[in-house]
């Protein structure tokens, strides 16, 4: 056995008793002082705060000395009886034990939540029940948080938040906690509402824009909006209202298009809050100094005044206006005399007028100079051998009259000295006018093509009178026409927008007798197939997941974003019959499609390419709704929106619906482009980030071909279209992005590149 010298048993002596004096020794009762301490957690836990209240005593008799380095089990650690003991007495509002025992804890300095419990104590501010043990995780505090903001407990709410954020500062919708648990997550958001409650208006604003900045929320614009207003009322008002600009179009514009964009810029140092066109409002959630606007509007018949109104957040208004003239009515060709003339050709006299503004006339394609007001005469020679005259009338706004009427082989009239005018419309191979068979006659453009994929289309007919015209309507809607003698020929026209499917066109013409004829036209609309909706993206619209407390109004959600979304028609939505079939059959509950696996298995079963899950969350105060668009192949996000409705009423709840419909809507378009190149088996398209799109976004290439004009009407019935095949962007850029497509296509694009063939895409 060897043996230590005596120096070295010396050293190792002094050690040993250095390390004794060191190591704190276990309390006599440390595991008495345990159990009681872990019964009392467990007991807090329950919400069973007397009966927590004696096993903290307990544990305080055994080892009255908080610890934040004991070991209680696995990986938890803290000792803390007096400063529970004073959170249970502090649930039961018996404040002066509370005090008493949270002031214990807070002179041991082991626990920073002693001394906030500490202060609510002594304010005698009411407790939130969070429903487990408080771990002093940021999750308890962000939680927590939200239980004092719905009591309205703004000072305890800031605590948390800040404390919350302190530890972690990134907003998430789906922030994990712990193994498989994920909450969604705003402490900037959130204390930046409760600073603004508390009349802190600067510390508001910062918080909320920093929330903006990293997770956009439509809560956190309403208040960043409520803030700043407050702010801008305390100290810096611009005492000038808002200032508009619109750049289209102009004021006076004359125009045949039914729709037109409203283009411009409305600014204010007071922050653009609301902005309106012809009473819609234009969605603008955080108010901004600069807000550029791009709106279609609809016309109507005649002048339109197209109003812009712009509110800031001090209530300050402006107001801008141009006047736009809607004509979609072409000029009146009336005929008042054809007849021989000496030397074998014909004399054409006439009256061309319009309800705007006259400009060219043709007959037979020669150019017919006449005035330029709103009515004018005629007189054309024409040649010997034409048994048709083609009438081609223009007006200012580009409305065009355009008709072709036969004549007989002989202008006869009996009793006439002299050659006399005879030409009545349609006029048939007999010496028998149409005028003396029927009192009121209406003949249409024969050759109007049953099917055309147009969005607009051109009627043209003419009406012959025995007696003076009292009316001409066309759908109701009343032409214009001037009074003259019976007999002579009119030729109308008027230009419609086609929706799409079968349209009806009923014309109506009435004389001073009250006799009257009308005809019916049918026109059918087949739109392109790349812009059917068959061919745009298919969505599984699936059931909403509703948190908070339960409210009756916004049960009703799902089914009015699924009819938002059907009216908008900018998807494929897959019927609400067959998803419920495929949940019944995976016997898939709402809940479980919390789940996005199983959420995208309902999706690729029901053959959608994107589905549409959302989350209702309601509040005594408010309610948020959220919605995500995600690609059933990759499970990507396509889009995500959402709404924060403050008011819960059912006005408000519609239009928030409408608004969530049209935020996805814009945030996933339907756009038009073009195929610019192939890079690097890629192919370079026109459409960039500045038309919103995205990468994962779904593009269809196509071909058209030329239109398929009629050769005598010249109408356009449609055109061939060839569909090459679809890509997925891939890398976007503010002007251009990459398609990637698979298979052969991509040598056919290239082919027809080559030969400077135009390729069109447009976003599925």
Not at 493 to 513: K, M, P, Q, W, Y
């Amino acid at each position: 056995m060897a043996r230590i010298g005596p120096t070295r048993g010396v050293v190792l002596a002094a050690l040993s008793l250095l390390l004794a004096s060191c190591a704190t020794p276990p309390s006599p009762g440390a595991g008495q002082a345990r159990e009681a301490y872990l019964r009392g957690l467990d007991l807090l836990q329950a919400q069973q705060w007397d009966a927590a209240v004696r096993a903290f005593d307990e544990a305080i008799q055994a080892d009255p000395r908080e610890s934040r380095t004991t070991r209680l089990y696995g990986m938890r650690y803290g000792y803390f009886p007096h400063r529970d003991k004073g959170i249970a007495l502090y649930r039961l509002e018996r404040w002066d034990a509370a005090i008493q025992a949270l002031e214990e804890s807070s002179r041991q300095g082991q626990s920073e939540e002693a001394a906030r419990v500490l202060a609510a104590a002594r304010r005698r501010e009411p407790s939130v029940e969070l429903g487990r043990i408080f771990a002093g995780t940021w999750w308890d505090y962000y939680e927590r948080g939200l239980l004092f903001s719905e009591r309205g407990l703004w000072n305890q709410a800031i605590q948390d938040f800040t404390a919350a954020q302190r530890t972690r500062s990134d907003e998430d919708r789906f922030a994990r906690t712990y193994g498989v648990h994920f909450i969604e997550y705003f402490p900037l958001r959130e204390l930046g509402v409760a600073l603004y409650f508390t009349g802190q208006y600067p510390g508001s604003v910062q918080a909320l824009e920093r929330s903006l900045a990293r997770v956009p929320t439509a809560k956190a614009a309403y208040y960043l909006n409520l803030a700043r207003a407050a702010l801008l009322r305390q100290s810096r008002v611009d005492p000038e209202p808002p200032r508009i600009r619109i750049e289209a179009p102009a004021d006076g514009l004359l125009t045949n298009v039914p729709t037109l964009e409203v283009r411009g810029t409305a600014d204010s140092r007071n922050f653009v809050t609301d902005l309106q066109i012809n009473g819609q409002p234009v969605l603008l959630e955080a108010a901004v100094t600069s807000f550029p606007f791009v709106e279609t509007v609809s016309l109507g018949p005649g002048s339109n005044a197209i109003e812009v109104v712009v509110r800031d957040l001090v209530a300050r208004e402006a107001k801008a206006r141009v006047h736009v003239v809607l004509d979609q009515e072409g000029p009146v060709v009336e005929i008042e005399r054809l007849a021989r003339t000496t030397v074998g050709g014909r004399r054409l006299e006439g009256i061309v007028y319009d309800n705007v503004r006259l400009g060219t006339l043709t007959v037979n394609g020669r150019p017919i100079t006449i005035g330029g007001g709103v009515e004018s005469p005629f007189a054309v020679d024409l040649a010997a051998g034409s048994d048709t005259l083609l009438f081609e009338a223009a007006d200012a706004a580009g409305n065009l009259t355009r008709a072709r009427l036969r004549l007989p082989s002989e202008l006869w009239q009996p009793g006439a000295r002299r050659p006399s005018p005879v030409v009545p419309a349609a006029w048939p191979e007999d010496p028998v006018p149409a005028q003396l068979r029927e009192p009121v006659a209406i003949t249409v453009d024969e050759d109007l093509p049953a099917e055309v994929q147009e969005e607009r289309i051109k009627l043209s007919w003419v009406v012959q009178s025995l007696l003076p015209l009292a009316a001409v309507k066309i759908n109701g809607e009343a032409k214009t026409f001037r009074q003259a003698e019976g007999g002579r020929p009119r030729i109308f026209s008027h230009t419609f927008a086609l929706a799409e499917g079968e349209n009806t066109f009923t014309i109506t013409a009435v004389d001073r007798t009250g006799r009257d004829v009308s005809r019916t036209v049918k026109i059918v609309r087949k739109v392109e197939e790349p812009n059917q909706i068959g061919r745009r993206l298919s969505v599984a619209v699936l059931p909403l997941q509703y948190k908070g407390r339960a409210s009756d109004l916004y049960q009703g959600a799902y089914d009015a974003l699924e009819n938002a979304l059907v009216n908008q028609r900018r998807f494929q939505i897959v019927s609400r019959v067959q998803l419920e079939a495929i949940l019944k059959e995976l016997k898939f509950s709402r809940t479980e499609l919390v789940d996005r696996a199983k959420a995208v298995e309902v999706g690729r079963i029901a053959n959608a390419e994107a589905i549409l899950v959302g989350t209702v969350n309601v509040t005594d105060r408010d309610v948020e709704v959220w919605a995500q668009l995600i690609n059933v192949e990759t499970s990507t996000v396509l889009a995500h929106q959402d709404i924060y409705d403050p008011v819960k009423s059912p006005e408000s709840f519609r239009q928030k619906i409408r608004d969530l419909a049209e935020k996805i809507r814009q945030n996933y378009p339907l756009v038009h482009g073009i195929v610019i190149a192939v890079r690097n088996q890629r192919l370079a398209v026109d459409l960039g980030a500045q038309k919103r799109v995205r990468p994962d976004m779904k593009v269809i290439v196509y071909m058209e071909g030329a239109p398929i004009v009629h050769p005598q009407t010249k109408v356009v019935l449609g055109r061939s279209t060839d569909t090459l095949g679809e890509g997925l962007l891939s890398e976007v850029t503010p002007q251009f992005s990459f398609a990637v497509i698979k298979g052969t296509v991509l040598g056919l694009i290239e082919r027809h590149l080559a030969q400077r063939r135009e390729l069109k895409v447009i976003t599925k």
